[in-house]
């Protein structure tokens, strides 16, 4: 009868084979640390890991991020052997496996739930999408602060419905990208004890020895960071591992790094230990040659040894299934104790909207003289939060600026118990300092809303340079992050070019999956939070302005509800018979509206389109697109202080775009929009010369 060390073992080396073996089918893929990583992860699920491979999606389940996305095939090998059931609405079958043989079988192949590297949504288990270095740490962090909040705010004596951890396994590539530093810095200040972070420390990276730039003293960095750090000299040693896990369990004042020396292609007699274990599949030989040396049947495939599925059931499965079951009988009580906590639960787990969430959203009077979309979005986020108690987040050192603090004191800042800070610890606080961290702030926010949270994030728009990745990311997951940029143009003044943005809303409009929002005035801000807090599977980008511009009189133009339809007839022609379309977004909407003015005491019709979101108008349907923008009508002018990039799908090659080819310029707000020629007189002769081309084109 095998024993249970016996037992371990076989396990891992299954682990370890079914990775090789899928790398080997697909030729193409990361055997290496899969190899070397097995037993680290192994340990960890078996032993420590809070969840129910029934039911992957228990909301106190314990979280593991792959940080080390090339390392896939460790991770469906795990969720296969595991008994991972499919929760995803994209799986067509009900009741079958997040990951089957098959699956494996056909890694990285077309309709695989094993693509290259995790995907969230798309394969049951994987907890959010990783691939690019240092953004699965990055958003563990953002699943770490989840729980603490979500623990300060439900939590009640005898009730203590959230006390989950948080395990991320990283890689020497994770090490050195610069987002883990700013997510470690992030996390060590906030003590954030709930979260681990798993270091495979194999000294291996795609062109060699990490030796060639890698040297620094790991540990010695994230100790200043204010982690607690143990190491772990040998992978395959299941009690040094058990004894650095339990260090972690029983640490309670700041996160835990567990620095794991291991072998990348462990087993692999001629590329242990080399780059070529890394990014390329083993070969025949080689392959056979690692079999022999688990004891593995150097000519089988896809093998899993009897005994194995039911030790993972036996282990982790029946934990797993105990302590949920154990949780849910917890809620159910709860519901009874603490119903309307309760139902704010079952809110955000299912990510709808509190009753009456929208009843204080404010109306904004007409004025010339106006207010900055930044400062009417954050009367507006105001008044959303105090209806919709998990609507959180914060800016990068910023709030002031883009006007993203919430505003009574009750709400609070979350920051980690400090023994003599005079404004004392809150992790139940709604107000996130993420400090200058722009791009751990936008994983961290996803992080956040993986845990279903509805997180904001906020900036410079000009700073979406700086945090790219986890902004695409979050579009690739289909999560409904909130970004708040605010100084969104050249408007801004005196800052001047290097912190104008220029190419970055046709950047973002690019995207897929991302929902661009540029309102054009106090009204239209409403309007479009009225959007965002009813998006479910998209992140959007609601793009603000620094300085005031006019409060239209929505007596006179058309009501800015058709925000929600991405573009709208302002203020047509007397007979709906325009000569010439003004499209614009944002503080530019405002300078049309002059321009038409101006046309129309000329006796010239002119249309005036805002034009706020892209996405939301390309999902109209053509009908109503043809009533907004009519084919027939081709003068046609838009005005935007940005690139004019994609404008032409509107205007057509013949219209004018009235945009920006150049950086910006230092200078008092009014100067610039001189300068580049935003003024309406501008306008008023782009429309003009339209109508001229237009008129000589038909041969009127």
Not at 453 to 473: K, P
Not at 520 to 531: G, H, I, S
Not at 631 to 658: K, Q
Request: aromatic share 10%; charged share 20%; proline share 5%.
């Amino acid at each position: 009868m095998i024993d249970h060390i016996q037992l371990d073992q076989l396990c891992i080396n299954t682990i370890r084979t079914l990775s090789i073996d899928a790398v080997e089918k697909a030729q193409s893929g990361h055997p290496g640390t899969p190899m070397g990583a097995a037993p680290t992860v192994y340990c960890l699920w078996q032993r420590f890991l809070r969840y129910d491979p029934e039911n992957p999606e228990w909301p106190n389940r314990d979280r593991f991020v792959l940080s080390a996305g090339h390392a896939s095939a460790l991770l469906y090998s795990l969720l296969y052997l595991s008994g991972v059931k499919a929760t995803s609405p994209s799986y067509e079958l009900a009741d079958r496996l997040a990951v089957t043989l098959d699956d494996l079988k056909n890694f990285r192949q077309a309709g695989s739930r094993c693509t290259g590297h995790p995907e969230f949504g798309w394969t049951s288990g994987v907890e959010t999408t990783t691939g690019p270095l240092g953004q699965g740490v990055a958003v563990s962090v953002g699943m770490a602060i989840a729980e603490r909040w979500l623990a300060a705010t439900y939590n009640r004596p005898n009730y203590e419905l959230f006390d989950h951890n948080v395990y991320a396994l990283c890689s020497d590539g994770d090490m050195m990208e610069g987002i883990s530093s700013e997510a470690a810095s992030l996390a060590g200040h906030l003590k954030l004890a709930n979260l681990c972070w798993i270091y495979d420390d194999n000294n291996i990276s795609i062109e060699g020895s990490t030796g060639i730039t890698f040297t620094e003293d790991v540990a010695a960095r994230f100790t200043a960071y204010g982690w607690h750090v143990v190491r772990v000299e040998d992978a395959n040693d299941l009690t040094l591992l058990t004894h650095a896990y339990e260090t972690f369990l029983n640490t309670h004042d700041r996160p835990t790094l567990i620095i794991v020396r291991s072998h990348i292609g462990y087993g692999a007699p001629h590329k242990q230990d080399r780059r070529e274990a890394h990014g390329e599949a083993l070969g025949p030989e080689e392959t056979r040659l690692a079999k022999e040396f688990f004891g593995w049947d150097p000519d089988s495939q896809f093998y899993v040894p009897e005994g194995v599925s039911a030790h993972f059931k036996a282990q982790l499965g029946n934990r797993g299934a105990t302590k949920h079951a154990a949780w849910e009988q917890l809620f159910a009580a709860y519901h009874s104790q603490y119903p309307d906590l309760a139902k704010q639960i079952d809110c955000m787990q299912l990510r709808d909207l509190p009753e009456n969430w929208d009843s204080a959203l404010p109306t904004f009077p007409p004025d010339q003289k106006g207010i900055a979309t930044r400062d009417s979005s954050g009367k507006v986020l105001n008044a959303i939060a105090a209806q919709m108690p998990w609507l959180l987040g914060g800016a990068a050192d910023l709030a002031p600026s883009t006007k993203t603090e919430l505003k009574d004191t009750f709400y609070g800042n979350f920051q980690a118990p400090r023994q003599g800070d005079s404004e004392g610890g809150n992790y139940g606080g709604r107000n996130f300092h993420f400090g200058i961290r722009e791009h751990a702030m936008c994983a961290i926010a996803s992080g956040m809303s993986l845990s279903k949270l509805r997180a904001y994030a906020a900036s410079f728009f000009i700073f979406t340079d700086y945090c790219r990745a986890a902004i695409r990311l979050s579009a690739m997951m289909q999560i409904p992050v909130i970004y708040i940029w605010t100084h969104d143009s050249i408007s801004l003044g005196e800052d001047g070019p290097t912190h104008q943005p220029i190419e970055h809303l046709a950047s973002l409009r690019a995207m897929p999956g991302m929902i661009v929002l540029r309102p054009a005035d106090a009204n239209e801000v409403v309007e479009a939070w009225r959007v965002i807090m009813q998006l479910k599977d998209r992140p959007v980008c609601l793009v603000l302005t620094r300085q005031a511009i006019a409060t239209l009189d929505r007596t006179q133009y058309a009501q800015a509800n058709g925000v929600s339809r991405g573009a709208y007839v302002l203020v047509d022609a007397a007979d709906h018979k325009p000569d010439v379309l003004l499209l614009a977004t944002g503080s530019e909407v405002s300078l049309c509206v002059t321009a038409y003015e101006q046309l129309k005491s000329e006796g010239i019709k002119a249309r005036v389109i805002s034009m706020p979101s892209w996405e939301l108008f390309e999902n109209q349907s053509r009908e109503y697109r043809d009533s907004v923008l009519p084919p027939e009508i081709t003068a046609r002018v838009a005005v935007e202080e940005a690139s004019p990039f994609g404008w032409e799908r509107y205007t057509g090659f013949d219209g004018a775009i009235l945009g920006l080819r150049t950086f910006g310029l230092s200078a008092p707000t009014k100067v610039v929009e001189q300068h580049f020629g935003f003024e309406p007189a501008h306008v008023v002769a782009a429309a003009k010369a339209q109508i001229t081309r237009s008129a000589l084109k038909k041969g009127v």
